[in-house]
């Protein structure tokens, strides 16, 4: 099948996907829709809950394996939309629907790139294609569950929208729960360490820290205050505030490293609940990186978290859509940033792979 057709195709289910609610952990009929197209094009595949995957044909466990991964999960559309979210329709060239910028582009796009590569002999790498599962709410059953059955991966591609720009770094996360402490109390009574008021330093102290360390591709690590609790009723002074200290961390440090330095700094009380969400990011002159400048795309380094936090392995951030749409009202993507996605996707892997 030519190019533009495989694109077509691809379009069409992207279509199905967007008409197929999908939220996390709620994902099987779209995996059932993403077998259908390996049924179709005759390549063999398997699943694993809602995790679909396949291996190109000549697999060969002699030569290292490359990636394709995005997700089939979306967030559940919010209260400002006007459209139906389920309802894909084009209209002035953007195909409208939930999940179509983020992340069914990229996924249609990288299935339909592996389906053009499946059957070709003598690739410098394997290729295996995971389209995930609960990739938005960063559930123990999407990537991360695959990885202990997927072989080792030497390099991977993770379908974000990026406006198909080489997102060469992205930045880990931790979320901290902090808790500023103060004597509980009757408010008619004094009261000299009041715990909301203890919170107006311990807010200015997060508003103005900064972290030494600052990335050349992803700058400096971004500590924000999302969140704070505290009281129950009008006469109490409560014994304490509760935070949430949501904190994006750039390369030069891990999540441990961030959670130590907090621990020991902060002035309150911070527990992270997790470390393992970490940055990821592959070398500027890694052959894939290459092959993508020399078609002329540009590399940076991403704020916001994907997949890639579960790999262990250098993984390049790439896709076609804009970032900025995602989980907004009204989602689209332009079904020529599809065409071109699948363009370049193929023409980054023939740089890559031949």
């Not at 398997?46 to 060969?60: L, M, P, T």
């Not at 790139?113 to 690739?123: G, I, R, S, V």
Request: a negative charge; charged letters at 25%.
């Amino acid at each position: 099948m030519n190019q533009d057709k495989l694109t077509e195709k691809a379009i069409e289910l992207l279509k199905q996907l967007i008409s197929i609610q999908s939220f996390s952990s709620e994902e099987d009929k779209t995996a059932d829709a993403i077998e259908d197209w390996f049924n179709a094009f005759d390549i063999p595949f398997k699943r694993e809950k809602n995790n679909v995957y396949a291996f190109n044909k000549h697999f060969d466990e002699s030569k290292p394996t490359l990636l394709l991964n995005s997700h089939h999960d979306t967030v559940k559309p919010n209260s400002a939309y006007t459209k139906d979210p389920f309802h894909p329709h084009i209209e002035d060239g953007k195909l409208y629907g939930l999940g179509s910028n983020d992340a069914g582009g990229c996924l249609v796009s990288l299935i339909a790139t592996f389906t053009h590569f499946y059957a070709k002999e003598n690739l410098g790498h394997n290729m295996v294609i995971v389209a995930s599962a609960e990739e938005e709410s960063s559930g123990p059953n999407g990537l991360n569950s695959m990885l202990p059955i997927l072989p080792e991966i030497s390099v991977a591609i993770v379908g974000e929208p990026t406006l198909m720009k080489l997102a060469i770094a992205e930045k880990g996360l931790v979320v901290f729960d902090g808790k500023v402490s103060g004597t509980p109390s009757h408010a008619a009574h004094p009261n000299n360490n009041n715990a909301i008021y203890n919170t107006i330093e311990v807010l200015q102290w997060f508003k103005d820290y900064r972290f030494p360390k600052v990335s050349e591709v992803l700058g400096e690590v971004k500590l924000t205050v999302t969140q704070i609790g505290g009281g129950n009723q009008h006469n109490v002074v409560p014994g304490h505030v509760d935070l949430v200290i949501d904190v994006r961390v750039n390369d030069c440090y891990s999540n441990k490293e961030i959670a130590d330095i907090l621990d020991k700094e902060a002035p309150c009380e911070v527990k992270p609940r997790s470390l393992r969400l970490n940055s990821s990011s592959i070398d500027k002159d890694h052959a894939l990186v290459r092959s993508g400048l020399a078609l002329g795309r540009e590399s940076y380094g991403s704020p916001t978290l994907s997949d890639q936090a579960a790999l262990s392995c250098q993984s390049l951030k790439l896709g076609p859509g804009d970032s900025t749409r995602s989980h907004s009202a009204n989602e689209f993507i332009y079904v020529a940033e599809i065409e071109e996605g699948i363009d370049l996707y193929i023409k980054i892997l023939q740089g890559f792979l031949l």
